[in-house]
């Protein structure tokens, strides 16, 4: 058979049911949610839907006036929609790769530009990043969650994820964090003596710093988030 036929670009590309549950991978950087019920997804990365589906804007007191004020003070851009009924969903974020994590009773904070997806039974919060106002241009808040149920983040290219072990913190370039495990409590550390060999972003001489013990996630890949993107 003659290579490019129209039918072989469609067998090749086509969608597949893989029987993996609610969340399904169906190719490393779109995600296919089978939805029965309801789930919260980052606003802007639907592609494609069939099936009775409603989608709503993320409430202002949706959360309640908390995380409305942290959402304010953040200047959060990553607003959430919630999508209720059944059907298939696909939801991609600038072709950046996905990873799904079932969580069974664990936690894990996700930078809040990551963030991709999660079940409504998922008890999430935004957190604060201490002592970093002002000496980092981006990543000034992430997403604790937890409890029972999906969750999908996104990187950019393929994720290394680091083992931090007691008396031995990990350091990491905040732009290049992606999200570590709910235990951890990262603090901020500057050296300006790194500033040349640590990163390449607005802070490249501020680091992110891990102890105790737990993972965290970094991705090849610098990500600004407000301002200084001409610096890429």
Known sequence: MEKYQMDQFVEKT???????????LETERILEINLDQQIWAKMGTMIS??????FEREGMLEHGFGKLFKKAITGEGASLMKATGRGKLYVADQGKKISIIHLNG?????????????????????????????LLAGGLFN???????????????????????KDSPVYT???????WS???QPDFVTDVSLKSFFGRGSGESVQMK???QGFVVVQPYEEVYFGDKESK
């Open 182 to 184: 709910g235990n951890l």
């Open 14 to 24: 086509k969608q597949q049911d893989k029987g993996h549950g609610l969340f399904e």
């Open 49 to 54: 839907y069939r099936g009775s589906i409603k």
């Open 106 to 134: 664990e936690s894990i904070c996700i930078n809040g530009n990551d963030l991709l997806a999660f079940e409504s039974s998922i008890k999430w919060d935004i957190k604060m990043m201490r002592r970093i106002a002002g």
């Open 173 to 179: 370039d905040p732009n290049a964090t992606v999200a």
């Open 143 to 165: 997403v604790r969650l937890e409890g029972h149920g999906m969750v999908a983040f996104t990187s950019h290219y393929e994720p290394l994820t680091l083992l931090v072990e």
């Open 210 to 212: 891990f102890e105790g």
